[in-house]
Antibody, heavy 124, light 110 residues
Framework: EVQLVQSGAEVKKPGESLKISCKGSGYSFSNYWIAWVRQMPGKGLEWMGIIYPDDFDTRYSPSFQGQVTISADKSISTAYLQWNSLKASDTAMYYC?????????????????WGQGTLVTVSS | QSVLTQPPSASGTPGQRVTISCSGSSSNIRGNPVNWYQQLPGTAPKLLIYSNNQRPSGVPDRFSGSKSGTSASLAISGLQSEDEADYYCAAWDDSLNGWVFGGGTKLTVL
């Protein structure tokens, strides 16, 4: 079974750093892009960025460029999302998702499966 | 403000057919396939429709998708109480070079 399992909920203070994880299993982790998606409380889905674990090629949404760092360790089939200095506005649920598709054309892809989500709460 | 526009809410009674629209532009929906995701309360999103109108294994054929020009639609026939969820459309945007989502539609089964 193809599965993405994310790390547990985090409660942090403003200014602290954080790294959350997403571990893939049941498929060749290195050969599929992994995306990160934010969902703020009561709001919709926002694409943050994506990484190809095999060569670490990473793309960011302009909204998140410079705000977070996406990385991966293909030796342990795990992708990461990292903050150096959290803000209260980073409070959200964060999902990872595997990008799968019919071709190398970016548009001909979709996200499946999704991780269960990691709730990040930033509060003083 | 989301790049793709969806109605914030939709509703129907059991057995009815409902449709949810998703409006975009030439840089996203017109040139790229549309995917739909279902998010049941308190759970992670799940792929519902990919490539405009394809259903993944396990998704009932009550769910169907279509696309025309810069708009797409999700139709749910034979509405059931377990269909109560948030539904999101998504597409690749060639101008932004990234994935864009609709704001989501909350479906209520009356």
């Amino acid at each position: 079974e193809v599965q993405l399992v994310q790390s547990g909920a985090e409660v942090k203070k403003p200014g602290e750093s954080l790294k959350i994880s997403c571990k893939g299993s049941g498929y060749s982790f290195s050969n599929y892009w992994i995306a990160w998606v934010r969902q703020m409380p009561g709001k919709g889905l926002e694409w943050m960025g994506i990484i190809y674990p095999d060569d670490f090629d990473t793309r960011y949404s302009p909204s998140f460029q410079g705000q977070v760092t996406i990385s991966a360790d293909k030796s342990i089939s795990t992708a990461y999302l990292q903050w150096n200095s959290l803000k209260a506005s980073d409070t959200a649920m964060y999902y990872c998702a595997r990008q799968k598709g019919l071709s190398s054309d970016w548009g001909s892809n979709w996200f499946d499966p999704w991780g269960q989500g990691t709730l990040v709460t930033v509060s003083s | 403000q989301s790049v793709l526009t969806q109605p914030p809410s939709a509703s129907g009674t059991p057995g009815q057919r409902v449709t949810i629209s998703c409006s975009g532009s030439s840089s996203n929906i017109r040139g790229n396939p549309v995917n739909w995701y279902q998010q049941l309360p308190g759970t992670a999103p799940k792929l519902l429709i990919y490539s405009n109108n394809q259903r993944p294994s396990g998704v009932p054929d009550r769910f169907s998708g279509s696309k025309s020009g810069t708009s797409a639609s999700l139709a749910i026939s034979g509405l059931q109480s377990e269909d109560e969820a948030d539904y999101y459309c998504a597409a690749w945007d060639d101008s932004l070079n990234g994935w864009v989502f609709g704001g989501g539609t909350k479906l209520t089964v009356l």
